[in-house]
């Protein structure tokens, strides 16, 4: 959710804990600024990148939320591309926010940091092409900090990318997933499988026993090396997201189309919506809250369709959507 109270469409502070525990240490007033101002000029690299490439440019819109009863407070950024040459919408935000206590229901697997002052920080995008050969892509990094005087703060980082094809194409899911790997494979072996399985069980549809799209990377609650090998994973994360997107967008934008690939495009959009008002918890902690409603939905597509009981023709490009993409797959082997 673009510069909601969680900061992401497809993560919250309240994130499934078997893979790790919060972090604990001591946090300066230096850390905090070094992670503000790598996520400010992420935002600013990804604008100029999705700018270069679609050949118009973002809109700007400044935002600032006074303070609540719950003494949350904070702004951002959005950056928003609507009926682009390419992107028929997308958003960037910067998010920056803070409350003086953690409600229960965003620590629901923490309740020792419920009632803690927080602090939220990060990058979210979201990005919904025209041109049905070109996948959606979400991507985001964050940084979180629950605080309670006289105790040592609680943090960790969070983030990830995944991509959501409506035709497939195996030389574009191996790329994504081979940038992925790269990205968080200098940080220790293990974090490529477990954030790929992690990404493939958050983002799936419960309701329709299928994945929303190919997967990636998704983690919360990363703080295990340290502050500064944490930090250090997230700038990989982030700084490895163009390249895992951009040849795919390249490869695709002049590919010709037609109302039937549109029409599929439509369709499959409707779950992204789904997931998002279903399932994903930073958006329902967002709307839950009072958050900034343009902002949270930001991430929605412009164009969606839903129909009854709808099935692809058999052996159909649509169909191997299902059969050969919307499933779980090792992209690297």
């Known amino acids: 959710m673009m510069g909601s109270l969680i900061l992401s469409p497809e993560a919250s502070v309240a994130q499934n804990t078997d893979h790790a525990d919060p972090g604990v240490a001591l946090l300066s007033s230096v850390s905090g600024s070094a992670v503000k101002a790598y996520l400010v000029d992420l935002q600013a690299q990804l604008v100029d990148a999705l700018e270069a490439v679609d050949g118009s440019g973002f809109g700007t819109d400044p935002w600032e939320r006074p303070d609540s009863d719950g003494g949350i407070k904070g702004g951002g950024i959005s950056r928003i591309i609507e009926e682009g040459n390419l992107f028929e919408r997308g958003g960037i935000g910067f998010s920056h926010v803070s409350g003086t206590k953690l409600p229960p229901s965003a620590a629901a697997n923490r309740p020792e940091i419920a009632g803690r002052a927080w602090e939220a920080m990060g990058v979210s995008l979201v990005m919904h092409p025209r041109n049905p050969y070109i996948p959606t892509v979400h991507f985001n990094v964050r940084f979180f900090t629950a605080i309670a005087a006289g105790q040592e703060p609680v943090w960790w980082f969070g983030g990830g990318m995944d991509l959501t094809p409506y035709y497939g194409f195996e030389e574009d899911a191996r790329h994504f997933h081979q940038c992925c790997e790269a990205a968080v494979a200098p940080f220790g072996p293990d974090l490529h499988p477990r954030f790929k399985q992690w990404c493939d069980e958050y983002f799936y549809l419960r309701h329709r026993q299928e994945p929303r799209g190919i997967g990636g990377i998704f983690f919360d609650d990363f703080h295990a090396p340290g502050f500064v090998d944490a930090f250090a994973m997230i700038q990989s994360v982030g700084n490895a997201f163009i390249q895992s997107y951009m040849p795919i ?63 692809p023709d058999p052996g159909s490009q649509e169909a191997r959507l299902y059969s050969d993409f919307l499933v779980a797959r090792d992209w690297l082997a």
């Open 249 to 311: 967008v390249l490869r695709r934008k002049d590919m010709a189309y037609g109302e039937r690939e549109r029409d599929f495009q439509a369709y499959r959009r409707g779950r992204y919506v789904e997931f998002n008002l279903v399932y994903d918890r930073g958006t329902l902690f967002g709307l839950q809250s009072g958050g900034r409603a343009e902002s949270i939905l930001m991430s929605m597509p412009p164009v969606v369709k839903w129909r009854y009981d709808w099935q």
